[in-house]
């Protein structure tokens, strides 16, 4: 039967066409989360990066991606002594500027971070390092929900799903579409801000999937093998209001 009440508007949330991304402020994004080796974020490489050398060994896996590399490099660091080539998958536009210039010659900044890799590493010396990624890379504009089947052999995708969107479907489906654009047995890493309820740029608000190590594993265990997930704390203090940790995953693509 028809009602008079009031109707109650139930909140949509905001999907990830809805943000400028092509607007991302990417300096001010990486001056703000990487001017300088973090704990938290150096437990983290030190996790993969041991991760991907147990993994592959002295071979190399061959090719790489990142998704949603962002003004991030150091996942890509994490990657480099194990791989022929590394892609960047960027969608916004200002990002894949920035990364075609920052990883053209690395900037000093990232040494500390390479200090954490170069034990993993065949090679430890960061001129080479800076030379090799200018060597391997290929930065590309695309989307993580567009991603092909089965195309690298080592892959990585950090604080990407959860920050593109409010929309939980979005979360899992970038999630799978990561796992699922590497070949099976393929290794990867994939780390989350934990809780996190949308973040600030240079002023425009971007929008987040709060999640924890539950909504994590789940998406993750229905695509991979091997599976790892581990709690960071944040150390020492917090980059940003609205998150309360960070989650790292490392596994297998079924």
Not at 68 to 85: E, I, V
Not at 101 to 126: I, K, M, N, Q
């Amino acid at each position: 039967m028809p009602t008079n009440g009031p109707q109650i508007a139930i909140p949509v949330p905001a999907r990830n066409a809805q943000f400028p991304w092509d607007e991302f402020a990417a300096v001010d994004y990486c001056d703000h989360n990487y001017q300088q080796l973090r704990d938290d974020d150096g437990e983290i490489l030190e996790l993969v990066a041991g991760w991907f050398a147990q993994e592959t060994g002295e071979r190399s896996a061959g090719d790489a991606i990142d998704v949603g590399a962002g003004p991030n490099l150091y996942p890509s660091l994490a990657m480099l002594p194990h791989s022929r080539t590394v892609t960047l998958l960027e969608h916004s536009a200002s990002n894949v500027e920035f990364l075609r210039a920052h990883t053209a010659e690395l900037p000093e900044r990232w040494e500390p971070f390479w200090d954490v890799v170069s034990p993993f590493a065949r090679y430890g010396d960061f001129a080479k390092a800076r030379a090799l990624l200018a060597e391997r890379v290929q930065v590309m504009q695309g989307s993580v929900f567009e991603l092909p089947r089965s195309r690298w052999d080592l892959g990585t995708m950090f604080f990407v799903a959860e920050s593109i969107s409010q929309d939980p479907a979005e979360f899992e489906s970038a999630v799978g579409r990561f796992v699922r654009a590497l070949r099976p047995g393929s290794p990867f890493a994939a780390a989350f801000m934990e809780q996190s309820d949308g973040y600030d740029v240079a002023g425009v608000r971007f929008p987040a999937t709060p999640v924890g190590r539950q909504e994590v594993r789940a998406c993750l265990s229905a695509v991979s093998t091997d599976l790892r997930v581990e709690r960071i704390e944040m150390r020492p203090a917090p980059l940003r209001p609205g998150y309360t940790g960070m989650i790292v995953a490392v596994g297998r693509a079924q």
